[in-house]
Structure formats: structure tokens, C-alpha cells
């Protein structure tokens, strides 16, 4: 379960114009304590919403973000804008804030990043990448003018950023998030990346040290809270 903020227009009317510290409070509850009077605590922050240019709640959930990062040794997971600048911004401000750019999960990649040389370029950031739009197949997308990659499209990305040495800053999802993706409704389903990716991965060559890495040693270490100095 995650915690804190996502991007300004999904955030409720009491949720608008809070301040910092009162955003930090809830974080820092949710993580530590419990989320809403509950023993049941978040074990990652986010995602928070980023949109571009970033609103300055926005900026402030961010803001939490790292200072709980910092307090916690929790793992940030971001959604960022829908700008190719925008994952860099991100990074910059994580890092110039003191985060940790390699506990911090840029996710939809595919959707943000149009290539690989700019997806290259990210990953020298330090931010782990995540691919988690697999299970869309279609190059449409509604939200802006770019053509989706394919599943396999996506692991030869993947190819050449463990190639590069990136290994560990990759990630694997689905972002399932409407009806249509489930079995019930004509799509794979929750099981696509153990039932339908990781077969492929093996006919593309992938061996069951770089598939442990990257669906379950990756996943392990950040979902487990580290503190540093």
C-alpha cells in the first residue's frame, strides 16, 4: 500500500491547499503507525502525482516525500508528467533535496520517455525504471501523441538497459486500471507478466538470473524500508 499525494486534480477539496507539515503528518502516519486510525501501514511512498509543469501542491507532496524518504528509508514511486523533461526534473529535485535517486521509482516510462537513447540518458540518473504498461498492446494512446511500444518492444528496451549495467534499476507492471484489463472483461488479467512476459523473456533470451533481478531481488529491496547516514 502506498501513501501520500497524487496529482492536484485527484486530490479531494479538503486535501487542496494543505500545508507541508500537515501533509508530512499524514505521510509519516500512514508509514510508521497506521493509515486512517488503522494498524495498517503503507510500505512505499506514493505515487505521488506530478504534473507538467507541476502545480505547487504538486511541489509540496514532493517536498514530504523526500523529508519521509530521509526519515524512513521508504522508497519513493512517482508519476510523472507527460513531458519527456519531466522524469529529469523529477530526478533533479530528488536528488538536489537530498533523496535517493536509487530508491526513487519513475514509473510509466514507456508512456513519458519516447526512445531509447532518452531512456538511456534517464537511467544514468540513478532512478530505477519502470515499465508498467505491459499488457498494452495497442500504440494508441488517448492522453498524447505518442505510439506505445509492445511487450516485446519493451524487453528489448530492457535488453539494452541491463546491457548498459542497469540491471537493478528496473521494474515490471501492469498499471491496471480499468475494466477492460481484467480476464473478466476480455484482457489478461493480473497474471499476464508471470503467465504470458516471462515465457517470452525466456524465448528472447532472458536467463533466470536477470528474471529473479528484476521480479523479485529489485521488488525486495525496495519494498523494504533502508535508512542511510
Same mark, same amino acid.
Given at each position: 500500500m502506498?501513501?501520500?499525494? %497524487?496529482?492536484e486534480e485527484f486530490v479531494g477539496g479538503e486535501g487542496r491547499g494543505r500545508t507541508a507539515e500537515a501533509v508530512a503528518e499524514e505521510v509519516l502516519d500512514?508509514?510508521?503507525?497506521g493509515a486512517e486510525g488503522t494498524h495498517i501501514r503503507a510500505g512505499i511512498i506514493g505515487k505521488i502525482?506530478?504534473? *507538467?509543469?507541476?502545480?505547487?501542491?504538486?511541489?509540496?507532496?514532493?517536498?514530504?516525500?523526500?523529508?519521509a524518504q530521509k526519515k524512513t528509508g521508504a522508497t519513493i514511486s512517482v508519476h510523472p508528467g507527460r513531458h519527456p523533461h519531466a522524469p529529469f526534473e523529477i530526478a533533479?529535485?530528488?536528488?538536489?533535496?537530498?533523496?535517493?535517486?536509487d530508491r526513487t521509482i519513475m514509473a510509466h516510462v514507456e508512456r513519458t520517455l519516447p526512445d531509447l537513447d532518452s531512456l538511456l540518458e534517464f537511467a544514468?540518473?540513478?532512478?530505477?525504471?519502470?515499465?508498467?504498461?505491459?499488457?498494452?498492446?495497442?500504440? %494508441?494512446y488517448p492522453f498524447q501523441d505518442i505510439d506505445l511500444p509492445n511487450d516485446g518492444q519493451r524487453l528489448r528496451w530492457i535488453r539494452s538497459l541491463i546491457e548498459k549495467g542497469h540491471i537493478q534499476?528496473?521494474?515490471?507492471?501492469?498499471?491496471?486500471?480499468?475494466?477492460?484489463?481484467?480476464?473478466? %472483461?476480455?484482457? *489478461?488479467? %493480473?497474471g499476464h507478466i508471470f503467465e504470458n512476459v516471462v515465457p517470452l523473456k525466456r524465448r528472447r533470451g532472458f536467463d533466470d538470473r536477470e528474471i529473479?533481478?528484476?521480479l523479485v531481488n529489485n521488488p525486495a529491496r525496495l519494498l523494504t524500508f533502508r535508512k542511510w547516514d
Amino acid at each position: 500500500m502506498g501513501c501520500g499525494d %497524487y496529482t492536484e486534480e485527484f486530490v479531494g477539496g479538503e486535501g487542496r491547499g494543505r500545508t507541508a507539515e500537515a501533509v508530512a503528518e499524514e505521510v509519516l502516519d500512514d508509514l510508521l503507525v497506521g493509515a486512517e486510525g488503522t494498524h495498517i501501514r503503507a510500505g512505499i511512498i506514493g505515487k505521488i502525482g506530478c504534473s *507538467h509543469p507541476w502545480s505547487e501542491q504538486e511541489r509540496i507532496a514532493m517536498e514530504v516525500a523526500v523529508a519521509a524518504q530521509k526519515k524512513t528509508g521508504a522508497t519513493i514511486s512517482v508519476h510523472p508528467g507527460r513531458h519527456p523533461h519531466a522524469p529529469f526534473e523529477i530526478a533533479r529535485f530528488i536528488r538536489e533535496a537530498g533523496g535517493r535517486p536509487d530508491r526513487t521509482i519513475m514509473a510509466h516510462v514507456e508512456r513519458t520517455l519516447p526512445d531509447l537513447d532518452s531512456l538511456l540518458e534517464f537511467a544514468e540518473t540513478g532512478c530505477v525504471v519502470e515499465f508498467d504498461f505491459f499488457g498494452i498492446e495497442s500504440s %494508441y494512446y488517448p492522453f498524447q501523441d505518442i505510439d506505445l511500444p509492445n511487450d516485446g518492444q519493451r524487453l528489448r528496451w530492457i535488453r539494452s538497459l541491463i546491457e548498459k549495467g542497469h540491471i537493478q534499476r528496473i521494474l515490471l507492471s501492469q498499471d491496471i486500471c480499468t475494466k477492460t484489463r481484467l480476464r473478466s %472483461y476480455g484482457g *489478461h488479467g %493480473y497474471g499476464h507478466i508471470f503467465e504470458n512476459v516471462v515465457p517470452l523473456k525466456r524465448r528472447r533470451g532472458f536467463d533466470d538470473r536477470e528474471i529473479e533481478a528484476l521480479l523479485v531481488n529489485n521488488p525486495a529491496r525496495l519494498l523494504t524500508f533502508r535508512k542511510w547516514d
